[in-house]
């Protein structure tokens, strides 16, 4: 979903500046709803499927992290796989919208 370059996040995507109004590849970025440890997620618009998205992006500290990128990836695989709950102790599911 994000830009890579040399398989990390490009950092220009992954600053400290809001996304919110960006477009990256198909998806019109909205208003951020949320963030974390690992990074902040975007509500956005995927102009290909016409449909409301929630867009997670890595936190640039923990782009260098293999660790992260690796349970990031991993978030990202269970989603398209078709998972609708993902759940970790403490904290809310992700839902397949």
Do not use: C
Request: hydrophobic letters at 40%; zero cysteines.
């Amino acid at each position: 979903m994000i830009p890579l370059e040399a398989g990390r996040p490009s950092t220009a995507l992954t600053g400290s500046a809001p996304l919110s109004g960006v477009t990256l590849g198909q998806y019109q970025v909205g208003a951020r709803i949320g963030g974390g440890g690992m990074g902040a997620v975007y509500k956005a618009h995927d102009r290909r499927l016409d449909r409301w998205v929630a867009l997670k992006v890595l936190a640039p500290d923990l782009e260098r992290d293999d660790a992260a990128r690796e349970r990031f990836l991993m978030e990202a695989r269970m989603a398209s796989a078709g998972y609708t709950t993902v759940e970790w102790q403490n904290r809310q599911g992700v839902r397949d919208a």
